[in-house]
């Protein structure tokens, strides 16, 4: 199987994507974590990309806050699926990274998932995976079915308390 690479612009950001990892691990997908910085370590963030189709990866997902640049300068160096997270870092409570990770011009997609999301963006990494998959496609069924019955039991509990 291939691997998703994740970026995180700060460790900082490391929080956020304890949620994708800890999704993936359960799962059983395999994947890489660094912390590379569109603006700290603009090199490096760009020869990750650049290189990781070659280097294994099937996606990449990239966690940054503020003027969060990181999914899209990803995107900009790879045809990879990029999946965004915008992290939720400064005063503006997340909404200045989710701006900067969601408008991206045309050409150049990020699929961004909600401020904070990273357990979402591992799903997305799965469900990309899964197309050509069916193992994992039925681990994701049996995820649905396991998160439905977790609700229907809070309904039953809910309603019996009133
Ligand atoms: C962004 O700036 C990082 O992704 C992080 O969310 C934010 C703050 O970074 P630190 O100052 O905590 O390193 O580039």
């Known amino acids: 199987m291939k691997k998703v690479g994740i970026i995180m612009g700060s460790d900082s950001d490391l929080p956020i994507v304890t949620k994708a990892t800890d ?36 996606a990449i997902i990239a966690a940054a806050g503020m003027a969060a640049h990181l999914a899209g300068a990803i995107a900009a160096n790879t045809t990879l699926p990029v999946i965004g997270i915008p992290c939720k870092s400064s005063n503006l409570d997340g909404i200045d990274a ?12 990020v699929a961004t998932v909600a401020i904070n999301g990273g357990a979402n ?39 019996a308390s009133f």
């Open 23 to 58: 999704t993936l691990k359960a799962l059983e997908i395999p994947f890489e974590v660094h912390v590379y910085s569109a603006h700290r370590t603009p090199v490096e963030a760009r020869d990750f990309a650049v290189n990781a189709r070659e280097n294994g990866f099937g």
């Open 98 to 109: 989710l701006l900067s990770t969601v408008q991206m011009p045309t050409g150049i997609p």
């Open 121 to 159: 963006a591992a799903l997305l990494c799965a469900q990309i995976f899964a197309v050509e998959d069916k193992e994992l496609a039925a681990k994701l069924d049996a995820k649905r079915a396991s998160d439905a019955a977790k609700v229907l039991e809070k309904d039953k509990a809910i309603s």
